[in-house]
């Protein structure tokens, strides 16, 4: 079995390129059987868009349906079969159909999760910034298909056409700035989203792990 990290570093901000983590940290004396020890603690600052992160629904306040990152269904995240499609859109590309998705992949999405791998080996933040997107026929195909998860390397454009509100419309939940995915090499995996466990917060950075034969 091959498993796959598909997480960025929480010091990753794709919006402003700055500092998305701030951890401080301090030191504890304990003493353990008449023995002086010192244990490390942390102060943890950060974004919910620090690293890899997860949308559900209701990052959208009109399309919330009661879903946040501490009552989501473990059975919604966990080892999902995910449909993995590959493409090598470069800097610039613009809109990507549902028949560049179609033919990159060769056939219909029939798994409950998708992958969409469009910049290749290039990282999400290694083009100009929603240079590359979904266009209207692409985010239709991908409702269509009936999943609830999807993992890219691109959404929206620069215009904001819409393409996460209609995904928290329809359920689906959008998990942003995923890295490795060129190194899948399987059409089908397994894939796991681990969310930070926060009451009422919609959307968290999360760990990523894709797993195939």
Not at 28 to 36: A, D, L, M, S
Not at 46 to 69: C, L, N, V
Request: aromatic share 10%.
């Amino acid at each position: 079995m091959k498993i796959i990290d598909l997480t960025a570093p929480l010091s990753l901000n794709m919006y402003d390129k700055q500092p998305a983590a701030k951890i401080k940290t301090g030191i504890v004396p304990v003493v353990i059987e008449g023995k002086n020890y010192s244990a490390y603690i942390y102060d943890l600052e950060m974004g919910s868009m620090a690293g890899t992160y997860i949308d559900f629904p209701g990052h959208i306040k009109e399309t919330f349906e009661g879903t946040d990152a501490a009552n989501c269904p473990m059975e919604k995240l966990y080892r999902l079969k995910a449909s993995v499609i590959h493409m090598e859109c470069s800097d610039g590309h613009g809109a990507v159909s549902a028949e560049d998705l179609k033919s990159a992949f060769g056939g219909n999405i029939e798994t409950p999760a998708v992958i969409i791998n469009a910049l290749g080996k290039t990282r999400f933040d290694g083009i100009k910034f929603r240079s590359v997107y979904l266009d209207r026929s692409a985010v239709e195909w991908i409702i269509n298909s009936g999943i609830h998860l999807i993992v890219s390397d691109i959404y929206e454009s620069q215009q904001v056409h819409g393409v996460f509100r209609d995904f928290f419309k329809n359920r689906i939940f959008a998990v942003c700035c995923a890295v490795n995915m060129h190194l899948i090499d399987a059409s089908v995996c397994y894939l796991t989203i681990l969310p930070v466990h926060f009451t009422d917060a919609t959307q968290v950075p999360c760990r990523v792990i894709a797993e195939w034969d």
